[in-house]
């Protein structure tokens, strides 16, 4: 007797001397409909707790009070600070190693402040940036008001520093 291998393909025992095909071992056992049941309900529990667990993207709801008001007013220092404007006068007749500065700053907010944080760049002829230089005028700044820090010493610079430009960088919201 011959047989072809598409014979045999779904046979589990020898039909010539009736031993089994898969050795000493049984066949293979065919999943049953319980265990198929089973990975799909693990796969559905598991798509539900992905979909229920707190996205990343979203900030939990502020339920305190105390920090809501926190965040207005620090919004409002921040918008208070944008709106200071600085004007300076250089004293040449230093060196010109040395930047003393007349500063001159104007708060057009309706927030009182205090202790700005001024910052100044410094530029050649060519317009390259020469340095950086920053001070904080501990003063009272009042809501709609302008104050002068006369003679501000900001120490050594580049002698070829033409051009300056400064701004505010921060401020402290008066009590």
Aim: aromatic letters at 4%.
């Amino acid at each position: 007797m011959e047989f072809r291998a598409s014979d045999v393909a779904g046979m589990e025992k020898c039909p010539v001397c009736g031993e089994s095909l898969y050795g000493l071992a049984s066949p293979p056992k065919k999943k049953t409909s319980a265990s198929l049941a089973s990975i799909l309900l693990v796969g559905i529990i598991f798509v539900i707790l992905v979909s229920l667990a707190p996205s990343e993207k979203e900030a939990p709801p502020a339920n305190n009070l105390g920090q809501e008001i926190a965040k207005l007013r620090e919004n409002d220092r921040i918008s208070a600070v944008h709106s200071i404007s600085v004007y300076i006068a250089r004293d040449h007749t230093s060196s010109p190693s040395i930047l003393i500065l007349d500063i001159h700053v104007q708060n057009r907010s309706a927030m009182a402040l205090k202790d700005p944080v001024i910052a100044c760049s410094l530029s050649g002829p060519s317009g390259t940036m020469l340095g950086l230089k920053k001070v904080t005028l501990y003063r009272s700044l009042p809501r709609q008001s302008e104050i002068v820090a006369a003679n501000m010493n900001l120490g050594f610079v580049d002698s070829q520093t033409e051009y300056i430009e400064c701004k505010c960088l921060d401020a402290t919201a008066a009590e």
